[in-house]
């Protein structure tokens, strides 16, 4: 069956202040059926441990994204000339009830997954990634996973609370949806709550590769022994971006100084061409504190450098 190629309302056919208020403008499509890849929103921050706002950040990152145009200059990738893409919404969460959202969010993701299309998500906070990983884990077994963020978030509890958005990772490993020698996490750094906070991570078999070790040099390097590490198997990308410094991304729930710039978010997410990346998200983006709009901008912007980096993406002489 021919696939239907979508590409975003073009800004010389409406302004870009004007049109459909999607992803990239793209069309809105109520299903991921018959698409290659989809982005979808999940508008949830009831799992958030200091500010809260996360709840509107679809709905910010996608406003944000009318500026982006469809092809990149810098790589040549294009897209829209060679996948299916739209968006399907956002998902309806529990706004009352963590548990039953974590429900509804891993049942939507088991929908997409069923049509063969892989979901880039908007955020939302972290604790989102784990409902996705277990119904990833349903589709592709146990899946490798590039992880860039300023906190390793494997806290086994907060608050005695299991599951929130400073917990999804150890929940991974104890439920089996990451192989933890296929796991990378970038960009950790700061303060903990004991001295060995990063060690769990890389007892487990994690490679840690904290904030200092990417101080003032490209990461192009550091993504071409990412790539040689997570070989042939299914990626996942979840990308917090507070990973990124606050002078870059201040609108998140717990900045920390000293992080990543965005020229460095850019070279993970281009160094991840190549893998067989099944899907990605883009979370903790809170608008409340971002009153220039410069962090969903950025965060539209690094998911269109993901989009770019997927698989069967066609790129232009």
């Not at 706002?53 to 092809?71: D, K, L």
């Not at 609370?161 to 996490?185: C, M, N, S, Y």
């Amino acid at each position: 069956m021919t696939k239907t190629l979508y590409h975003p309302l073009s800004g010389n056919e409406m302004p870009r202040f004007g049109g459909p208020a999607t992803m990239m403008r793209l069309p809105a499509k109520e299903s991921a059926a018959g698409l290659d890849v989809c982005f979808v929103g999940v508008p949830f921050d009831i799992g958030t441990s200091n500010r809260a706002g996360t709840r509107f950040g679809p709905r910010q990152i996608r406003a944000e994204s009318a500026m982006i145009r469809p092809y990149n200059m810098a790589t040549h990738a294009a897209p829209f000339d060679s996948l299916s893409v739209a968006d399907i919404g956002d998902i309806a969460i529990n706004t009352f009830n963590l548990q039953k959202s974590m429900e509804i969010i891993e049942s939507a993701y088991n929908d997409i997954l069923s049509y063969d299309c892989k979901p880039l998500t908007l955020g939302g906070d972290h604790t989102i990634v784990l409902p996705i990983l277990r119904a990833m884990k349903k589709r592709y077994g146990s899946v490798g996973l590039i992880h860039v963020d300023a906190h390793a978030d494997v806290n086994d509890t907060l608050f005695n609370e299991k599951i929130t958005h400073g917990t999804p990772f150890r929940r991974a490993v104890e439920e089996d949806l990451v192989d933890p020698h296929r796991v990378v996490q970038i960009g950790l750094r700061a303060t903990g709550y004991s001295a060995d906070d990063f060690d769990w991570p890389r007892e487990k078999g994690f490679r840690i590769v904290q904030v200092e070790e990417c101080w003032h040099k490209s990461l192009s390097p550091l993504m071409a022994e990412v790539r040689e590490q997570l070989g042939d198997g299914p990626v996942y990308v979840s990308f917090d971006i507070d990973s990124l410094d606050p002078a870059f991304a201040p609108g998140t729930g717990t900045p920390e100084i000293g992080g990543l710039t965005t020229v460095q978010g850019i070279e993970i997410l281009r160094g991840c061409r190549g893998l067989d990346l099944i899907g990605g998200d883009l979370v903790e983006v809170s608008p409340p504190y971002d009153p220039s709009g410069n962090t969903a901008l950025v965060a539209a912007n690094l998911l269109f450098e993901l989009l770019c980096s997927m698989p069967w993406v066609k790129f232009r002489e």
